[in-house]
């Protein structure tokens, strides 16, 4: 299967789209100034003990209190402890293998037992803040890498079960073995079947150095809360989970980042670094690449997927829930069943993809058309987890209800993705009166004139919607409206370009620089 990724960068976020076959199955989008990341590690102050809750509020810098809860804690907390103890003494160069590992924790115990309000504890983000909750804490450390994932105080081996060989089980289990420090534990990634043993030499040298450098920030007079490790870019962090010999294009817009990326591609797969390719053309690149099309028809309440057939997807409080809906599908033969089996199966492979394009995450409740037969049920049940065996968010599906009914929860670790489909009217402000639309290219005339002969600059670019972009640009060459422009304005060195994500009568003016000129004003409109 062919998958290429598609970075476009922004001056407030990146959003990153993973497209199989060009059709759009994941898209994540990260803001430049977000604070918290999840796998970040931070030295912390416990704010507020809530024993009813058997959990804790821990300060790492957030409006409301990070939540801690006993369960999260690992059984090798007071071994953290004592490390943390250690670290605050001033000692340079703290090697794990010389901490004493403390007992484990009761594995039913009681918070208020090993945590005290003001204690400090190291923790890292396990889910972003959602909604108005904060982050939710872990205390059982790990620092992820391509092939390896490392656990401090674990001085265990873990391979993934995606891993059926005994043997390379076997074998990987015996490599690390022999590399591993005391006092580390590993998980072997699925990624890591049939690696040398100097694959995971390097990368084991590189994790154990990432965690040294981060207990060695810890000061006797350090303020908390303190970053101590910062997960690597949404963008190289995105690639490093679903990075594989499929991939054959990975396209950016930034100049910055595509470097970024190089170097991470030419660390772990040398060989492949030419599939990274910087994108220069003025079409904006999801515009180019289809993303913003497919990502217009893909949100919102109803998403239709196959011959009139569609979901609505509604959000509560608690769950999710899908409806399915055949529409004006039919077959030949008014075979219920059979078309019932058809859309159910249809809908399967849409609904895979809306949960990893949306992340929806917690409780889905599925209602697909309803089916006599317990062998087409079974055949729903199996597409269903086929098509969820490549999500990447642990889940777990059920078998339909006798009322039809599909239940699935999916890992909720970031809020869900949520982009407007409907856009308001960018004349009117959603007032309802507004100018002659025929009027529009003389008001974008006037801002270019504003621009050229007020405030004097001459190079910059206009973003349209491609309707009023194909008005601008028609005639015979040099003959069109931009043409004229161009020539009324020779001191100017504009370009006008098409944009998917502006509605009708919207525009954009960016300088030379990628940053946008805000010419625009609320227009008066006539009270009736």
Excluded at 279 to 293: C, E, G, H, L, R
Excluded at 364 to 389: C, H, P, S, T, W
Aim: proline share 3%.
């Amino acid at each position: 299967m062919n998958s290429e990724l598609v970075i476009d960068v922004q001056a407030s976020e990146i959003s990153i789209a993973l497209l199989e076959e060009k059709r759009l199955i994941e898209v994540n989008k990260e803001s430049r100034v977000s604070k918290f990341s999840v796998g970040d590690i931070y030295l912390a102050k416990v704010k507020k003990l809530m024993p009813g809750l058997n959990a804790a509020f821990v300060d790492v810098g957030y409006e409301k209190g990070a939540f801690l809860h006993y369960q999260d804690l690992g059984p090798k907390f007071l071994s953290y402890k004592e490390l943390v103890k250690q670290a605050k003494t001033g000692k340079k160069n703290l090697s794990l293998s010389k901490i004493p590992v403390g007992k484990d924790i009761e594995k039913d115990g009681h918070l208020t037992d090993v945590l005290a309000q003001g204690q400090e504890v190291l923790v890292q983000i396990a889910k972003e803040p959602i909604s108005t909750k904060g982050p939710r804490l872990t205390s059982e450390i790990s620092i992820a890498g391509r092939f390896l994932v490392l656990i401090p105080f674990a001085d265990k081996i873990f391979v993934s079960q995606k891993i059926k060989s005994s043997e390379e089980r076997n074998r990987i289990k015996q490599i690390l073995k022999d590399i591993k420090p005391k006092n580390f534990g590993v998980i072997v990634r699925t990624v890591a079947e049939g690696k040398k043993v100097e694959d995971f030499d390097l990368e084991l040298n590189s994790l154990i150095k990432r965690w040294n450098d981060s207990i060695n920030k810890i000061k006797p007079d350090s303020k908390l809360p303190l970053l101590l490790y910062e997960e690597m870019g949404r963008t190289v962090s995105i690639l490093r989970d679903i990075f594989n010999p499929s991939f054959e294009n990975i396209y950016v817009n930034d100049e910055g980042v595509y470097h970024e990326i190089c170097d991470y591609v030419n660390i772990i797969a040398p060989e492949r670094k030419d599939i990274v390719k910087l994108y220069t053309n003025d079409v904006p690149i999801f515009d180019y690449f289809s993303v913003t099309k497919q990502l217009k028809s893909s949100f919102g309440r109803t998403v239709s997927f196959k011959n009139g057939a569609y979901l609505i997807i509604e959000k509560t409080e608690a769950m999710h829930v899908v409806d399915v809906n055949s529409g004006n599908k039919t077959r030949a033969g008014n075979d219920q069943e059979a078309n019932a089996i058809e859309v159910n199966l249809a809908a399967a492979d849409e609904l895979a993809r809306q949960l990893r394009l949306r992340d929806l995450g917690g409780i889905i409740v599925v209602d697909f058309i309803d089916m006599v037969k317990a062998e087409n049920r079974q055949e729903l049940y199996n597409r269903m987890r086929d098509n969820m065996a490549n999500d990447r968010a642990k889940h777990n599906i059920l078998q339909l209800s006798k009322f039809g009914l599909m239940q699935i929860t999916r890992q909720r670790v970031r809020p869900e993705m949520h982009i407007d489909t409907e856009e308001v009217c960018p004349t009117c402000y959603g007032k309802g009166v507004s100018r002659p639309s025929i009027l529009f290219v003389d008001e974008l005339e006037n801002k270019i004139d504003y621009l050229v002969n007020t405030l004097k600059t001459t190079k910059f670019k206009l973003y349209v919607h491609p309707y009023v972009g194909a008005y601008i640009n028609q005639g015979l060459p040099f003959c069109s409206l931009k043409w004229k422009w161009k020539r009324k304005y020779k001191a100017a060195s504009f370009k006008v370009i098409t944009s998917q994500n502006l509605s009708f009568l919207q525009y954009q003016f960016v300088d030379e620089k990628g940053e946008e000129i805000d010419l625009k004003e609320e227009i008066e409109t006539v009270s009736h």
